[in-house]
Structures are given as C-alpha cells and as structure tokens.
C-alpha cells in the first residue's frame, strides 16, 4: 500500500472513531474537513456544506477562510460547484477554473479569489441530500485522478456524522414536543375541570380547526397561561 493510500485509510479510521465516540458534531466534522485536506491529492481547503429544510445552505465546517468566501460566494450567487452538486451532478469536478463557462458569475471571482481547480461531492442521509463536501485547490490546476474516490469516502463519512446530528436533533425536538404538549393537557384539565384524554382531543381540534400543528397549539396554550401568571403577580 502506498503512502498515499496509507495516510487515507489512517485518517478515514480516525473520522470513524469520532463517529462512534462521543465528539461534538461540530469538532467530527472540523475533522473530517482536516483530514481530507491532507489526504486528498493536490486539495488544499475542504469545507462542508448543510442546506436545510428551507433551501439555506450553510457551511458548517472549513480548513481555512477561502472555504468561507468561496462557500459564501456562491451560496450568495445560487451557483458554483458546491449548489450544482447539491441539485444536479452529485460530483462535480471543475478543472482550471479560470476556463470554466459553467458558472459565469461565481468561476471569474473564484479565480480572483486564487482558487486553481475544485471539486464537490454530494452528502446523502436516508436518500436525500442533506450537502455537500467541497474541496478547492489552490495550486494544480487539475483535480488529481484518485481524488474524486476519496472524497467520496470522506463524503460519506461527514454524511453519517450529519445523519446522526438530524436523529439527535429530531429526538430532543420529539421530547421538547411531547413535554410541551403534557404541560397544554395540565393546563386545560385546570382550568376547564376535564379528564386528559378530553383535553387532547380539544388540542388535537384546535389544530385541526385552524390548521396549527399540534406542537403550536401546545406553546399557545402554554405561553398565554404563563403571561397571565406572570401578569397577575406584578
């Protein structure tokens, strides 16, 4: 095994550790980022890209500040390599960028900026794309042959980190939901002297009345209790 191949298989077991440890999402990613940008041949800077429910993207990890004018740059322009790998080609590879006529605003600012050459990998979780693994190249020109199989490999790895970020964040949201919900059921059992199960159900109508989801119509309940509380203690 080359030496190159080595460092890859070394850096890959690495960003699997933290995975499974008990890093932050944030320090697993920095790493990842890190880690293929000396892995990967002829990169430079690596940056990961998260676009959200909404359409906003976001960059959540980078190896230094090109990452976060060029990530910028082109989430500002809705065009580049990093948002055509999210929405059209799930690898893009962009040689000599300067001679590039893909994207005509973002390719000559890029260049200007000194980026050389560029590629972006697309992130999946359960089959939707959830970002993207950007890599830039300040010196070749070229994107080196073995470069795109390792960003994959990389890209999968920072996807699996995301992938347990989402659950985590669907599971605290769940618990935030099914703990505000419970407060709303205490309140009305309160104040109109009825049983839980009646209480649901006059939230679950109250959302399906006003086309509110549940959780909403939860806080709402909540939040006017408490204001009226804090209203009659002042």
Known sequence: MDSTRTSLAVALAEAARMIDGSSSVEDTLAAIAAAAAVSVPDIDQVGISVIHRGGEIETRAATGQLVWDL??????????????????????VVDDIRNDQR????APRAAAAGLRAQMAVRLY??????????????EATTIHRDAPEAAELFAAHAALALGRARREEQLHEALQTRKLIGQAIGVLME??????DRAFGFLVRASSTSN????????????????????ATS
């Open 212 to 231: 509110v989801k549940l959780r909403e119509v939860a806080r709402e309940v909540v939040d006017r209790t408490n204001q009226g509380r804090r209203g």
């Open 103 to 106: 994207w005509p605003r973002f």
């Open 125 to 138: 979780h359960e089959d939707s794309t959830i970002g993207a693994l950007n890599m830039y190249a300040t």
């Open 71 to 92: 990530d910028g740059l082109q989430y500002e322009l809705g065009e580049g390599p990093c948002v055509s790998a999210m929405l059209d080609e799930p690898v893009v």
């Open 191 to 196: 104040r109109y002297g009825i049983d839980e």
